[in-house]
């Protein structure tokens, strides 16, 4: 059993990236797949899409640009089981001073960093991507 299986996600996805993988496989759940649904729409992968093996995966297509350098510089997990981090959504960390991404948990949602505060609602920041 895993404890935090969105870090686990977290460190297949930037495993793959220091690798040059195209792609990598995920075990698949509601929670990862909305944050593959928040990379891909703020550009960070290329595509995702769930197969029906055995058990249920998440096919990540990581997204390379020129020089093969990746879309994804770092990853970082904020809300751990042991310690967990909440904010409100005037306290929503920017991160890299606005060119990366936070995904937090809302009482509305999996949502990115400005749509919460679009939204005007706080919650656990789960990982931040830049």
């Not at 967990?84 to 949502?111: Q, W």
């Amino acid at each position: 059993m895993m404890t935090d299986p969105l870090a686990d996600m977290l460190a297949r996805i930037r495993n793959a990236i220091l690798a040059r993988h195209e792609h990598t496989l995920v075990p698949a759940s509601k929670l990862k797949e909305k944050v593959a649904q928040i990379l891909k729409a703020e550009g960070y992968i290329e595509d995702y899409k769930i197969e029906q093996n055995r058990f249920p995966v998440i096919q990540i297509q990581l997204k390379y640009g020129a020089e093969r350098q990746s879309a994804i510089a770092g990853l970082k997990r904020a809300s751990r089981p042991g310690r967990r981090f909440y904010v409100g959504h005037e306290d929503i960390p920017e991160v890299h001073n606005g060119m990366g991404l936070a995904i937090l948990s809302t009482s509305k949602g999996v949502l990115s960093d400005h749509d919460a505060r679009k939204e005007r609602v706080g919650g656990e920041v789960l990982c931040e991507v830049w």
